[in-house]
């Protein structure tokens, strides 16, 4: 937001730089990200003065140029030759010395040099007034008061404003900050705290009467809800025209482009209190009755950007007996502004509904000076005061007379917010002891009413401009800022205390588990957690009465919260796959949400995507290809690390993979993985494999609470690995053979391992051939050939009972 030091200066007679202002506006809250020079006219007019024509010659090698001799002030004459039809002797005209820069019509600068034009020497150059900046005739020179003394600086004729425009940093919630006078205001308390009083000027409005009652337009709200407050006053006979140069130069400074004297009066008084303003052409309004309303749902409306736009059911607008003429608080119509032709006016003034307002500009993506502050919440107190400010200065650089007394709707008052302050609370916010003085002194600043004063504490009454101050935490903040958090003394000594925190806390694992992840190649996403709700078509397990629907959506692709971690990773993986980045290890940690019966439910996950190869290929080796049971690995590895095991497992029930395992204690299931499907990939325009993990996270902490890990010695003694080749039925799986073997040997034996397996020729039909590893370990002494022979001969003869097995 651009905030103009002269204009400051109208509310509060500043007593030091522009520099030292911005650093007591950042001081108070209000950061000043940059401090801008302003012109009126690009350059100032340096180097231009005022020039007397000496004599006026043909150019003796150009017909269409003249040799002038100039005199610039102490006498000094220079020879310019000038190409204007009307130059001629006796004449003040402007002349640009040498070193002068001027500015195009782009606002590209060139200099002013001594040259040559066809053999004769220029010392300078004669002006247009739209050469320097004044005015826009550039059909030749610029002829100025005879009475003017050469020499004299053009700057000094066409007083030339200088001003510095501060580019502030508005958060969200000082709304009281929205216009030069609440920063006046802000001001004003700042310094008292330096000892200096200033006093506020407060733009007067005692001039405002009613001239005559001969144009009144009804006003009617159907919802006070939307419209709390709403002010209407109409003028007569107004000229509309251009504005003064004085208040074309305060809209230019804050980078608003002067439309007219009606428009141009709106925008300063909404950038002066605040408080923004409509003018409508009275003769535009039909029925000439002014009605604030809802409207029906794909009601066609063309506004001031000549956007024809289709309204919601919610927008609220401002209409005449026939049509809408307005969205109220956000953009005015095409067909009801002020134009040239316009000699009376509607002024509105109002308090709209700030969520409502907030909803309508998202909807339609306006984005006005109007809709900023009316959805920030701006001043309930002042709209008739606003009115009766532009009232007057419209009548002042328009004419006209005020024709109607003003219309103020307002059936329900907004009372100013109560808040009890105790003492003991701010001192401990705040961290030093404030005297009660220095605390009343600075409520007063801020213009916070002290109702009553206790032993400990004191009632406060808020005005109804400061709408973020609701709390008493929210009152020491301002109490702090107005202090000066850089006035605050810190102790020699600092006292800390550390908590007691279980190992088991949702982050610290989150840490362990996403360290291990990116140890192994991974790469940690955070995916946003809007959607889609079309996405819910390609699977049956997700159902569109469980989405979480967003009010208001920024767009249909971002309209309802995730129920699921897989569609936002495919979307990374395809934006990555575009990109020519085809292997891809992601995981994140993320939320899905559900919408049932019941109630609203967040569930914690952890996604886990592989796809392409898991390693690239170097010299040494080949690139090796994620795999299903690469992705099986990495979340044994994750279960492993949070000493979780003896989990079951089975076929995933998921109709997302084609082919599918999970994995789940005795309560829950902790994670389900697998293939996607092609059909699913081909919806995201994915051509390679993608694996998927989802582990239930919350679940994850849960069980892993239970598990009780312990260190023990690493064993002295050796351990002894044997291997069978059996050949087996193709319908028996490899969990059966570990199953049998750990219930075969207990205690010696710690680890059995698949690692080759062959179906195909030299095979009779319907077998297979698994390769199985056994390794033995005894802690206590090595193992004998004839003990471990006995163990292979039991695991033998069960394989060979009860799976039919036979030893290749």
Known sequence: MKISYNWLKQFIKLPEDAEKTGELLTDLGLEVEGIQSFQSVKGGLEGIVVGHVLSCEKHPNADKLNLTKVNIGDNEEVQIVCGAPNIAAGQKVPVATIGTVLYDEKGEEWKIKKGKIRGESSFGMICSEKEIGVGSSHEGIMVMDADLIPGTPVAEIFDVENDKVFEIGLTPNRADAMGHWGVARDLKAGYQQTNKTLELITPSVSNFHVDSR??????????????????????????????????????????????????????????????????????????????????????????????????????????????????????????????????????????????????????????????????????????????????????????GEITSDIDDLYPKKIEDFQVFLTFDKVNKLIGENLEEETIKS??????????????????????????????ESDVIEEILRVYGYNNIKFNEKFNASVSISSKFEDYKLQNIIANQLVGQGFYETMANSLTSPSHLELTEQLKSEYNVEMLNPLSGDLSVMRQSMLFSGLESIRYNLNRKRRDLKLFEFGKTYHSYVSGRVENKHLSVFVSGDKSTESWSAAAQKGTFFYLKGVIEAVFQRLGIKTLKSGA???????????????????????????????????????????FNWDAVIEIAKTQSNKFVDIPKYPAVRRDFALLLDEAISYAEIETIATQTEKKLLKEVNLFDVYQGDNLPEGKKSYAVSFTFQDENKTMTDKQIDKIMSKLQYRFENELKAELR
């Open 442 to 471: 600075i409520l007063a600043s801020l213009e916070i009413r002290v109702n009553n004063v206790t032993e400990t504490g004191m009632g406060l009454t808020i005005p109804s401009y400061r709408v973020d101050v609701q709390r």
């Open 652 to 694: 995933s029930k998921s109709d997302i993979f084609a082919e599918g395992l999970m994995l789940s204690s005795a309560k829950s299931k902790l994670v389900e993985f697998g293939v996607i499907k092609k059909s699913i990939l081909k919806h995201f325009d994915i051509d390679q494999e993608v694996l998927f993990a989802d």
């Open 214 to 399: 001969s144009l009144r337009i009804p006003i009617f709200v159907e919802d006070s809800s939307l419209a709390p407050r709403y002010c209407g006053i109409t003028l007569s006979d107004v000229k509309v025209g251009e504005s003064p140069k004085w208040l074309q130069n305060r809209l230019k400074a804050i980078g608003l482009t002067p439309k007219n004297n009606i428009v141009d009066v709106t925008n300063y008084v909404m950038h002066e209190l605040g408080q923004p303003l409509h003018a409508f052409d009275a003769a535009k309004i039909t029925g000439n009755e002014i009605h604030v309303k809802t409207v029906e749902a794909g009601t066609k409306f063309i506004t001031l950007d000549e956007v024809e736009r289709e309204l919601h059911e919610e927008d609220l607008m401002i209409c005449d007996k026939e049509k809408p003429l307005c969205i109220a608080g956000v953009f005015g119509g095409l067909h009801s502004g002020v134009s040239q032709n316009t000699t009376q006016i509607f002024l509105e003034s109002a308090y709209f509904n700030p969520v409502s307002v907030r909803k309508t500009a998202k909807r339609h993506g306006l984005n006005t000076d109007a809709s900023f502050r009316f959805e920030r919440g701006i001043d309930p107190s002042i709209t008739e005061y606003a009115l009766k400010r532009a009232a007057l200065l419209i009548t002042e650089l328009a004419g």
